[in-house]
């Protein structure tokens, strides 16, 4: 399944996994995370579980470093229709979350902040730092839009490309792109679990299709041709 010298079923396998695995982390970091249920003022919620606190930013920061790497995996069967859709998409979710996963750095801080002033201090020292225009636009404006924006554009591709249903299109956009812009919280939880059932259904998908199928997706030397035996003798 994981074979390093198998190129198509080494891809499969991990755009597979990684599809099930990334919308996952994501959401039992938003069911764990103190922040989700406490204090909106993470210097204080975070001080009443680090344990929590901590394992909710290790589980964020891997999920938005696998869900690009997922994506990207799923462009390969995004050949016929849907191609610049699925590259603008890929490209922005890439960037996106990337740049998201960096600013997790940003928890610690915060509870370190609060076991050390008061809550208003401890605002006011955060902003003071994390404000400041390098961090603003290296790492948050536009760049924190970018990430479920560029998920749901690949999910329309992959509609187009007849991979996913239409369903699996309304459970990213409605639930992971419609989850980073309400307040955080309670809410949160719902419509991040959603993309956890589409996400999942592609996932699984891809784990199930056979290596002839996978490699069929990959064009031919002879234009407008594709086929398994074609593309098998090269990377035998």
């Known amino acids: 399944m994981f074979k390093l010298n198998d190129s198509a079923g ?91 996963s960096g600013l997790l750095m940003g928890d610690p801080v915060e509870w370190y902040l609060g076991q050390h002033y008061s809550p208003e201090q401890a605002a006011k020292i955060f902003d003071d730092m994390f404000n400041l225009p390098g961090v603003v636009f290296g790492f948050q404006m536009p760049w924190v839009f970018l990430g479920p924006l560029g998920a749901s554009l690949v999910m329309f591709a992959a509609r187009r490309a007849g991979i996913a249903p239409w369903w699996v299109v309304g459970t990213v956009v409605g639930g992971w792109l419609v989850g980073f812009f309400v307040e955080y919280g309670p809410a949160t939880v719902l419509l991040w679990g959603l993309p956890v059932a589409g996400f999942g259904y592609l996932g699984v998908k891809v784990l199930r299709m056979s290596r002839e199928e996978w490699i069929s997706n990959y064009p031919s030397a002879a234009p407008g041709v594709t086929t398994p035996d074609s593309y098998a003798k090269t990377t035998a």
Do not use: C
């Not at 959401?27 to 579980?49: H, K, M, Y």
């Open 10 to 100: 080494f891809r499969k396998s991990v755009t597979g996994v990684l599809l099930i695995l990334a919308p996952l982390l994501q959401f039992i970091a938003v069911l764990i995370d103190p922040g989700t249920w406490g204090d909106d003022r993470e210097s204080v919620s975070f001080g009443d579980n680090p344990a929590l606190a901590q394992t909710q930013s290790a589980l964020y920061h891997w999920a938005w470093i696998m869900l690009p790497v997922a994506i990207l995996g799923l462009l390969h069967l995004v050949r016929k229709r849907g191609v610049v859709l699925g590259h603008i998409g890929g490209a922005l979710s890439t960037a996106g979350f990337l740049a998201l």
